[in-house]
């Protein structure tokens, strides 16, 4: 089974509206780490967000936020108020395992925002 | 200057030749790891080092080598270059994240590579 699912391989949002990019995980740790990363048309993977399998609260950085639903397994990014810039592939990745020593990325979501 | 350096960030050769990708890192950081990409396929993991004295292999290793020649330095190879090999190679690092987890894998910029 895949452990990081992308079940969007693109999107299409308008400037300054909110959009949601599904991830969906798969672990049997009870300790894991989610992360998200942004990857612009330059080729750089930008570290954008984590959340922590024991966070109760989901984690927040500036406009991008995670919903994140332990019992589903879904670690959904949220961008509000999109801006042109944010066009770019969107990759979700998990750490997991003993020492927390495996990493594993998703197949990744392009996202394209419309002026 | 960035914390993960890859060299070269772009190269073009032919199939049968050996090339060698290089990453260097200033984090201090004793985990690093190689990936390629591939369009539609996200990030797969080459090899990976613990630290200078361990190197294991990852998801898709055959036709790949590496070297760990110091803690800061982590280079990987390709003895016999083919063109499915032609992708985008990422050398990233880590911290250990005993007990934590919150610690990202840091990137470099990425080698674009095209084998003929």
């Known amino acids: 089974a895949q452990k990081i699912t992308q079940t969007q391989p693109g999107m299409f949002v308008q400037e300054k509206e909110a959009v949601t990019l599904d991830c969906t995980y798969d672990?049997?740790?009870?300790?894991?780490?989610l992360f998200w990363y942004k990857q612009p048309s330059s080729g750089e993977m930008i570290f954008l967000i984590y959340?922590?399998?024991?966070?109760?609260q989901n984690a927040t950085e500036g406009r991008y936020s995670l919903n994140f639903q332990k019992a589903r397994k879904s670690a959904n990014l949220v961008i509000s108020a999109s801006q042109l810039g944010d066009s770019a592939m969107y990759f979700c990745?998990?750490?997991?395992?003993?020492?927390?020593?495996?990493?594993?990325f998703g197949s990744g979501t392009k996202l394209n925002v419309k002026p | 200057d960035a914390d993960v350096t890859q060299t070269p960030r772009n190269r073009i050769t032919k199939t049968g030749k050996r090339i060698m990708l290089e990453c260097s890192q200033t984090?201090?950081?004793?985990?690093m790891y190689w990936y390629r990409q591939d369009p539609g396929l996200g990030l797969r993991l080459i090899y990976y080092?613990?630290?200078?004295?361990?190197?294991n292999k990852g998801e898709i290793s055959d036709g790949y080598s590496v070297s760990r020649q110091a803690q800061a330095k982590f280079s990987l190879s390709l003895e016999s270059a083919i063109p499915n090999q032609t992708a985008l190679y990422f050398c990233?690092?880590?911290?250990?994240?005993?007990?934590?987890?919150?610690?990202?894998?840091?990137f470099g910029d990425g080698t674009r590579l095209s084998i003929l």
């Open positions: 990745a998990m750490r997991e395992g003993r020492n927390f020593n495996k990493f594993y």
């Open positions: 959340q922590g399998s024991y966070d109760e």
């Open positions: 990233a690092t880590s911290s250990p994240g005993e007990e934590r987890s919150n610690q990202p894998q840091h």
């Open positions: 984090k201090g950081h004793d985990r």
């Open positions: 080092s613990f630290d200078v004295k361990d190197i």
């Open positions: 672990t049997s740790d009870q300790s894991y780490g």
